[in-house]
């Protein structure tokens, strides 16, 4: 069977896996459209140049030993793969999600990964994995006056946010925090409404906010 001319690398740093089985379609949306890819010998992947941090989904497994559907020998166990991928995963660490052959290069952060034992072969493992475009929010910088005698108080963050289509933890916690690493910290102080509002926020903490919802902003 002739191989792919596509190679899905996953790498943080110098430490890269090539995905072993090229995953039958791969799922890109962002907060205003979404778009399925066909991939297993497919032809040109595009990504729809819309706003919003894309997110990326696909499913496949890696297998224990060498198929026709393997892309290449001498790919790591799937004890192996899964490890690595579940370090990246705690570290909280961007990864780098690249498609050779495409325009596909994109900083991303892990937002879900879930693995089963495999349908196929016996020590073959299943798994599905969720990456989210990463991007980094810089404060803008305000050019200040001279202090005089008389101080005006500084405005602080609001207390409570009304969610605009759009919107996401990542990006609110940028705009309030000048970093988009703190989203936990309005995912915590809303975690007991939000699930209420969407248990699939269970699954995906804070994924799932809807425009009109009231959050609470910690100062």
């Given at each position: 069977?002739?191989?792919?001319v596509?190679?899905?690398w ?10 072993p089985?090229?995953?039958e379609?791969?799922d890109?949306s962002d ?5 399925s ?8 992947i595009?990504?729809i140049?819309?706003?919003?941090a ?5 499913s496949?497994f890696?297998p224990k030993?060498?198929?026709?559907l393997?892309e ?5 166990s799937p004890?192996?793969a899964i490890?690595?991928i579940?370090?990246?995963?705690k570290s909280k ?5 690249l498609i ?11 937002e879900?990964f ?5 349908q ?7 798994f599905e994995i969720?990456l989210?475009?990463?991007r980094t ?9 001279k202090?005089?005698?008389k ?5 602080s963050?609001p207390?409570t946010?009304?969610?605009?289509k759009?919107?996401?933890l ?6 309030f925090?000048g970093?988009?690493?703190q989203?936990?910290k ?5 975690k ?8 699939r926020?269970?699954r995906?903490p804070g ?8 959050l609470?902003?910690?100062q």
């Open positions: 069977m002739t191989k792919s596509y190679e899905f996953i790498s943080q740093g110098k430490d890269r896996l090539r995905l089985v090229l995953p379609q791969i890109i907060a205003i459209q979404n778009d890819v066909k991939v297993a010998r497919f032809g040109e595009t990504f140049d819309n706003p919003g894309k997110e990326i989904s696909f496949s890696f030993k060498h198929s026709p393997s290449y020998k001498g790919f790591p004890e192996n490890a690595r579940d370090k990246w995963l660490k961007p990864v780098q999600f050779t052959g495409t325009k596909i290069n994109l900083t991303c952060s892990i879900a879930s693995h089963s034992e495999g196929k072969d016996i020590g073959d493992r299943d969720k989210k475009e990463y929010a810089s404060p803008r910088k305000i050019k200040q006056k202090k005089t005698k101080k005006r108080p500084s405005k963050a207390k946010y009304t969610v605009k759009g919107d996401t990542w990006d609110l916690a940028g705009k925090y970093s988009s690493m989203w936990r309005i995912w915590n102080a809303n007991t409404a939000m699930i209420k509002r969407s248990r926020n269970i995906q994924h799932w906010i809807f425009p009109g919802q009231k609470k902003i910690p």
